[in-house]
């Protein structure tokens, strides 16, 4: 994944996730394998298993009322993936990423990609307040490209 151009992001440890960015505003770019709490039950079940991690994703990081989520099938480097969108309001009134909240749900994406027999499916997650959240969760999941078995 590719984060978008500009100041601000920063590298951050911890929170669960493989890989974690945070910007000053808000927004967050983070990639995990499926949660161990979420049984994988193959690619026939990938939807279903990105709902669920989405649903776990965002009691995590939104407040426990999110938006009803839609998702979208995707091919992302040849592999079988889905997008899975929804709104929320900050966990605690502010955005995920820490700043003052605007008031506003912010427009929130989990991607679920299988990367293959005998791996977890990989897992994206990316929030961003404000009227840009859309277009930089848009711009990011773009970028998403699978590396296979790892």
Do not use: N
Not at 43 to 62: N, Q, S, V
Not at 82 to 108: K, L, M, N
Not at 130 to 138: D, K, L, R, V
């Amino acid at each position: 994944v590719t984060i978008p151009a500009g100041r601000g992001w920063a590298k951050v440890a911890g929170g669960g996730f493989t890989m974690m960015y945070r910007q000053a505003a808000g927004a967050v770019v983070a990639t995990e394998p499926l949660p161990g709490t979420i049984a994988y039950r193959g690619p026939a079940a990938l939807k279903a298993d990105g709902l669920r991690a989405a649903g776990l994703i965002a009691a995590r990081y939104l407040s426990a009322s999110y938006g009803k989520p839609a998702a979208s099938a995707r091919t992302l480097s040849g592999a079988k993936a889905y997008v899975i969108t929804f709104r929320g309001e900050p966990a605690g009134g502010e955005p995920a990423g820490g700043a003052a909240a605007s008031g506003a749900s912010q427009p929130a994406a989990v991607v679920i990609v299988d990367r293959g027999t005998g791996h977890r499916p990989g897992v994206l997650f990316v929030t961003a307040p404000g009227s840009s959240g859309s277009p930089t969760i848009s711009q990011i999941t773009a970028t998403l490209q699978t590396v296979p078995g790892r």
